[in-house]
C-alpha cells in the first residue's frame, strides 16, 4: 500500500513564483525523502529529513517534517522552467532497513 | 561516473516469452531493489537485495524473480510475461548507512507486453 501521498496531484506555475508540495504518510518513519523524476527518466534524490529533524534547507529547496501531523512538505523558492518534473516523497519505515515506500507524485508545470 | 545501469532502455515482447532486465552498479552498494510505476499507481517495490545472496519481496513480487549472485548486479527475470507486467522499470541501489542512504536510480526500462 501507497505510504506517501502527495499533494497537490498537478501543479501549474509561472517562473520566479514558489512551489509548495505536500506529502502525508501513515505510519512512523525514520526519514523521509524527496525525489524528482523528470518525463519517463530516473528519479533524483533530492532531500533528506531524518524524523528528529523539523527543517531542512539545500539550495532553492525547503523541507519541513511534522512527525505529529505525519505531513511533509517542499517548498521551491524562485522557480525555474527547468523545475517542470513530477516531486515524490518517499518514507523509511521504522522497520525494515530501506524499505522506502513512494508517494504517487506530484507534476510540476513551470511555464516561461 | 558513479551510476545504475540497466539494459534495455525498451523492450516489446509477446506473453509467455522470458526476458532479464538487466541492473549493474558501480558504487560499490550493498543494496539493490526494482520498483515498477504505472500511471496513478507511483512507485511500487518488487523486490530488493540486502548484499549478496539475500533477496527478498517486496509489495508486488508475483511473476517476477530476481538473483544477487554478484555485488554489482541485479537482474530481474519475467519467466512468463503477460499484459498486467507492461509497465516502466527502474532499478536502484543504495549503501548500508541507514539515516543517509539515498536511492540511486537507472534511467529505467519500458516494458511493453503484447
Known amino acids: 500500500s501507497q505510504q506517501g501521498e502527495e499533494d497537490p496531484q498537478a501543479l501549474s506555475i509561472q517562473e520566479g513564483e514558489n512551489a509548495t508540495m505536500n506529502c502525508s504518510y501513515k505510519?512512523?518513519?525514520?526519514?523521509l525523502q524527496w525525489y524528482r523524476q523528470n518525463s519517463g527518466r530516473g528519479l533524483v534524490h533530492l532531500i533528506l529529513?531524518?524524523?528528529?529533524?523539523r527543517e531542512k534547507h539545500s539550495g532553492r529547496l525547503r523541507v519541513t517534517l511534522d512527525t505529529s501531523k505525519k505531513s511533509s512538505s517542499l517548498l521551491i523558492t524562485a522557480s525555474r522552467a527547468a523545475d517542470t518534473a513530477s516531486y515524490f516523497c518517499?518514507?523509511?519505515?521504522?522497520?525494515?532497513?530501506?524499505?522506502?515506500?513512494f508517494g504517487t507524485g506530484t507534476r510540476l508545470l513551470v511555464s516561461p | 561516473e558513479a551510476q545504475v545501469t540497466q539494459n534495455p532502455r525498451y523492450l516489446i515482447t509477446v506473453t509467455g516469452k522470458k526476458l532479464t532486465v538487466t541492473c549493474s552498479q558501480n558504487?560499490?552498494?550493498?543494496?539493490m531493489s526494482w520498483y515498477r510505476q504505472d500511471p496513478g499507481l507511483g512507485l511500487r517495490q518488487i523486490y530488493y537485495?540486502?548484499?549478496?545472496?539475500?533477496?527478498d519481496k517486496g509489495d508486488v513480487p508475483e511473476g517476477y524473480k530476481v538473483s544477487r549472485k554478484e555485488k554489482r548486479n541485479f537482474p530481474l527475470i519475467l519467466e512468463s510475461p503477460s499484459p498486467n507486467q507492461t509497465s516502466l522499470y527502474f532499478c536502484?541501489?543504495?549503501?548500508?548507512?541507514?539515516?543517509?542512504?539515498?536511492?540511486?536510480f537507472g534511467n529505467g526500462t519500458r516494458l511493453t507486453v503484447t
Open positions: 529529513i531524518r524524523s528528529n529533524e
Open positions: 537485495s540486502m548484499n549478496v545472496e539475500v533477496t
Open positions: 558504487m560499490n552498494h550493498e543494496y
Open positions: 536502484a541501489s543504495s549503501g548500508w548507512d541507514r539515516d543517509n542512504s539515498p536511492l540511486h
Open positions: 518517499a518514507t523509511v519505515r521504522n522497520t525494515g532497513f530501506q524499505k522506502l515506500v
Open positions: 505510519t512512523s518513519i525514520n526519514n
